[in-house]
């Protein structure tokens, strides 16, 4: 018999995915206003990792841009 619990989001998103919505997030607060010194930090760490890419973080982008349904 299968467990039949959803599994946390965190288990669906691999280590890529959770990297580059974390840039996102950094590249969208960005737009907003200037980053925090953490914020810095953390996109100098995220730009230099090989798993984010272009294409990746695009994605991520446009799915925290997307309307949430409620």
Same mark, same amino acid.
């Given at each position: =018999? &299968? +467990?039949?619990?959803? &599994?946390? *989001? %965190?288990?669906? =998103? #691999?280590?890529?995915? @959770? &990297?580059?919505?974390?840039? *996102? @997030?950094?590249?969208?607060?960005?737009? $907003?206003?200037?980053?925090? $010194?953490?914020? @810095?930090?953390? $996109?100098?760490?995220?730009? #230099? #990792? $090989?798993? /984010?890419? +272009?294409?990746?973080?695009?994605? *991520? /982008? %446009? %799915?925290? @841009? *997307? %309307?949430?349904?409620?």
């Amino acid at each position: =018999m &299968k +467990n039949s619990r959803p &599994k946390p *989001a %965190s288990a669906l =998103m #691999d280590r890529s995915w @959770r &990297k580059a919505r974390i840039a *996102a @997030r950094i590249l969208l607060r960005s737009e $907003a206003g200037p980053r925090s $010194a953490r914020d @810095r930090a953390w $996109a100098t760490r995220l730009a #230099d #990792d $090989a798993a /984010v890419t +272009n294409r990746l973080l695009d994605q *991520a /982008v %446009s %799915s925290l @841009r *997307a %309307s949430k349904k409620k």
